[in-house]
C-alpha cells in the first residue's frame, strides 16, 4: 500500500493543517497514523535521574546539617535542610520520584546519625508532607499534580492537612520512643511541647522553600514530570 502523492501536499487555504490528517492509499481509505511521543522509559529515566540527584543533594548536606544547634539532650534541629531536598523532588516528579529520593537518602543518612533512629524519624515526619498533597493533587486536581500544587492556596491547603497528620503521626511515636532512648530526663508533658514545636517549625520550612525553590523559579516549567 502507498500513500499517494496528493495526500502528502498541504491544503495551502488551511497553511497545511489538514495535510496530516488528510492521508488517504491510493484507494482514497484513511491512513491513521500513531502519535510520537516520549516512552515511558525516557520518562522512567528522567524520574530515576532527578530523584537520585536530588537524594545524593540530600546526603551531602548531612553534615552541614549535623552543625545547626540542636535542642540540648534531644538532638532535634529547628532547621534541617535534607528533607527539604525530598519535597523537592517530590513537587516536581510526583509521588514516584518524592518517594526513592526520600527512602534513599534516609538509607544514605545512616552513614552520619551516630543514634540509628535518626533517619527513620526524619523519614516518618517527611512522609506526610509528601503523600498528603498527592492525594490531594489525586483526588480534587483538575490540572496535572504539580500544576495543581503550584497554586498557592491549594498548596497551603494540602500543606497544612500534611501538619496536621505530621503532629498526630510524631508526637504519639516521641512518646513511646524518647523514654525508651532517653530514659528519666523528659517529661510527657515536656515531651509533647518539644515535639510540637520543633515539627511545627520543621513543617514550616519543609513546606515554605520548596515551595519557593520550586514554583517561584523556573525549575517546574523546566523539569517538572507531572
Known sequence: MRISRNAIMPDATTQG???????????????????????????????????GVLASLSIAVAPIASMVPRVPGWGMAFFDPVSLLWIIAFLIGGFKVGSISMTAGTFGLFFYDPTGVGPIFKFLATAPMIVVP????????????????AEPKTYAGSM??????????????????????????????????????????????DASIPYIVTYETPVYDNFGLW
Do not use: H
Open 160 to 205: 497544612f492537612a500534611a501538619f496536621m497528620v505530621r503532629l498526630g503521626l510524631m508526637i504519639p511515636i516521641n512518646l513511646i520512643v524518647v523514654p525508651i532512648l532517653i530514659p528519666g530526663v523528659f517529661t510527657v508533658e515536656a515531651i509533647i511541647i518539644y515535639a510540637l514545636i520543633l515539627n511545627t517549625i520543621q513543617s514550616f520550612w
Open 134 to 149: 498527592w492525594l490531594a493533587a489525586r483526588r480534587f486536581g483538575k490540572t496535572s499534580g504539580g500544576k495543581y500544587l
Open 17 to 51: 493543517s489538514s495535510g496530516i490528517s488528510a492521508l488517504t492509499d491510493d484507494d482514497n481509505k484513511p491512513i491513521e497514523l500513531e502519535a510520537v511521543g516520549i516512552s515511558d522509559d525516557d520518562e522512567n529515566v528522567k524520574e530515576i535521574m532527578i530523584a
